[in-house]
């Protein structure tokens, strides 16, 4: 028994410490854990899964920029069925919570890929891709539109009991109005934020750098606009908010929970640094202790304006 | 770190002391070196290995950017941090004598642990191109024929065209093709090794973030599954040239 409670909820869904890892940077677990023992952590995300499986971009998928990196993947995936009987085997071994990520062009792509995995007890929650910037169809174009985002929600809430976490996207005015949205439908969170949209261009050949043109921004350098979106959420909504973008250490996991993030997702450090999910839960831990946090849960919105 | 030698004005070697990869590692496999805690630059940069001798092994690269740079100045001493070994490195099964070593610019970089391995029980042949005779890199490799762009050093054309010329002699042997360099280079060997019927084992490249799989960020064409791309990181870096779209 540690001496701090680090646990934390999620609408229904207690986890043993904030760190999840983040969808599209954990692939189906097993990678990831020759390098981070998955049962300490408090959560992993699948990769997006659709229906079919989708083959993704050609290359070039992914470019470093500063402090970041620029990635169109296009959401490739095994798809449901492969994902159920070649993925959960392996990813049933372990005792931390398994969230599916789904992605889907339509809304009855979205609530069947639901109903199929809602079947499997593995699963303990949901989360709705509805932000990705990469592909044509689906993904930023109901990420952009509220209308489309409480729809989605409110079909998907019907066939699943377990809890809905709606992912949403940065690349709006007001991120408020969607998690108010996704709340209003039945949502038990929202995850903020997938990546921002972004381009590079290489100067001498004037071609883009990525195959897609345009990609999905993320790491150390989109951490004060995921910070500002945060705390815009926990001012306005009252829905546990798990927060996403470019967190390096366990300090940036302090800073995403003072701004009003109920746990956190780890995601481009899992490329750079994959031991550092489990690292990051050690140090959170000594944290607590040094600074007489009892809870970590206490420093959920604790901000001091 | 142990030592940093310039093998001419734009390649340099790097020796390091891990005794951990050493044993383990495998000809074509490679390692994902994050070159600095700092934020920029981000991410490891991957480098195939280059030799092995004892406790130490050897790095091989040029200044393309900021993380190679980087490493360049790196005061010998430091410590490196490595993940790695990574990827499936060279297959070097099959009914052959003569391993036929090609290379385009730095693509040299593998064949020198290459060369160590197989040296003593196959024959070897290496054909290095370059586009001038500075990107002709023949560090520790054996029975060596040139090729340069410009005909500034050994034969003038590419190494696919230097292969052309010995035709008759690789086609009286037993060979096996182990090959590394840029995308045109393996474009153009890919066609030669099917219409001569050769064996052929390629490294490839692409840009990654993580090199064992999970950001996906590296698909590479496959010939026979055309559903789902292959990843040079996981699925590689070393493929049979046939198996793959070039």
């Known amino acids: 028994m540690s001496k701090v409670d680090l646990s934390v909820k999620i609408g229904s869904l207690t986890l043993q410490n904030p760190i999840m890892l983040a969808s599209g940077t954990v692939g189906y677990g097993n990678e990831m854990a020759e390098f981070t023992d998955l049962n300490k952590l408090g959560g992993i995300v699948t990769k997006s899964l659709s229906l079919k499986p989708r083959k993704g971009n050609p290359p070039q998928r992914i470019v470093e920029t500063p402090a970041g990196m620029l990635n169109a993947i296009g959401l490739a995936n095994v798809g449901v069925e492969v994902f159920l009987k070649e993925k959960i085997p392996f990813l049933k071994q372990f005792n931390v919570p398994l969230i599916c990520n789904i992605a889907a062009s339509t809304i009855e792509e979205y609530v069947e890929c639901t109903k199929i995995l809602t079947e499997e007890d593995t699963i303990k929650a949901f989360e709705i891709n509805v932000s990705c910037p990469n592909v044509k169809e689906g993904g930023l174009s109901f990420g952009n539109d509220v209308k489309a985002v409480a729809k989605i929600t409110e079909r998907v809430r019907a066939v699943t009991q377990k809890p809905l976490i709606i992912k949403l996207s940065p690349n709006v005015s007001y991120i408020a109005e969607f998690a108010k949205t996704a709340k209003e439908n039945g949502a038990d969170a929202v995850s903020a934020i997938n990546t921002l949209v972004g381009a590079a261009f290489n100067i001498f050949t004037r071609k883009p750098k990525i195959h897609n043109v345009t990609g999905g921004l993320s790491g150390p350098a989109i951490k004060p606009v995921a910070i500002a979106k945060v705390f815009e959420i926990s001012r306005q909504v009252d829905i546990p908010i798990i927060g996403i973008g470019g967190i390096m250490d366990w300090r940036d996991v302090i800073e995403f929970m003072i701004a009003g993030s109920s746990a956190v997702q780890i995601g481009t450090l899992n490329f750079i640094d994959p031991s550092a999910p489990g690292k990051i839960v050690n140090q959170l831990e000594e944290h607590c202790i040094k600074n007489g946090v009892e809870k970590i849960s206490s420093l959920i919105a604790s901000y001091q304006l | ?246």
């Open chain 2, 1 to 246: 770190m142990e030592e940093i030698i310039e093998l001419n004005h734009h390649i340099y070697l790097l020796k390091v002391f891990s005794p951990e990869l050493t044993y383990i590692i495998k000809p074509g496999q490679f390692l994902n070196i994050r070159v600095s805690e700092r934020v920029y630059p981000l991410l490891r940069r991957p480098f195939s290995v280059c030799d092995v001798q004892g406790d130490h092994l050897y790095l091989m690269f040029n200044i393309m950017g900021e993380g190679t740079s980087i490493l360049a100045h790196k005061p010998i001493g430091s410590n490196l941090d490595i993940l790695g070994p990574l990827g499936n490195g060279f297959n070097f099964d099959g009914d052959y004598e003569t391993a036929v070593i090609v290379a385009g610019g730095l693509g040299a970089a593998p064949f020198p642990f290459v060369t160590r391995i197989l040296d003593g029980k196959k024959n070897i042949l290496s054909f290095i191109g370059g586009r001038t005779k500075d990107d002709v890199i023949t560090y520790n490799l054996k029975n060596v024929k040139e090729a340069s762009d410009d005909g500034s050093r050994g034969f003038k054309g590419n190494v696919v065209q230097l292969l052309e010329k010995n035709l008759e002699q690789l086609k009286s042997k037993k060979i096996k093709i182990f090959a590394c360099g840029p995308t045109a280079m393996l474009r153009a060997l890919k066609d030669f090794c099917i219409k001569q019927n050769i064996e052929c084992e390629a490294s490839t490249e692409c840009a990654m973030a993580c090199g064992f799989g999970i950001c996906q960020g590296c698909p590479i064409e496959s010939t026979s599954e055309k559903d789902h791309y292959l990843l040079v990181c996981k699925d590689g870096p070393v493929f049979n040239i046939k198996d793959v779209v070039i």
